[in-house]
Nanobody, 116 residues
Framework: QLQLVETGGGLVQPGGSLRVSCAAS????????MGWYRQVPGKQRELVAI???????NYGDVVKGRFTISRDNANNTVYLQMNSLKPEDTAVYYC??????????WGQGIQVTVSS
């Protein structure tokens, strides 16, 4: 079993910054990549950013140039630095861990609200 603890969400004004973190513990072996997805009511969950063990990153088109994902492999923690936030970035952000062999894991979700 793998546990994910997400921290750092909250309310921020448009144009502001926020960092969210996700720490994995437990069955951390065979982790292939970690990352973040987000979801708003009535819409599908969408990719925000992922990062592999080797540091290769992939971003959703709507966050490229504004968000940065990073990873502390020693502590099995992934970070998402969000800059130049827009109201449309408001969503529940989910940490995701993909393993070489299933199961894969989702965090419980953390609310990020961008509003003045």
């Amino acid at each position: 079993q793998l546990q994910l603890v997400e921290t750092g969400g909250g309310l921020v004004q448009p144009g502001g910054s926020l960092r969210v973190s996700c720490a994995a513990s437990g069955s951390i072996f065979s982790i292939n990549f970690m990352g973040w997805y987000r979801q708003v009511p009535g819409k599908q969950r969408e990719l925000v950013a992922i990062i592999t063990n080797g540091g290769t990153t992939n971003y959703g088109d709507v966050v490229k140039g504004r968000f940065t994902i990073s990873r502390d492999n020693a502590n099995n923690t992934v970070y998402l630095q969000m800059n130049s936030l827009k109201p449309e970035d408001t969503a529940v952000y989910y940490c995701y861990v993909h393993r070489l062999v299933p199961p894969h894991y989702w965090g419980q979700g953390i609310q990020v609200t961008v509003s003045s």
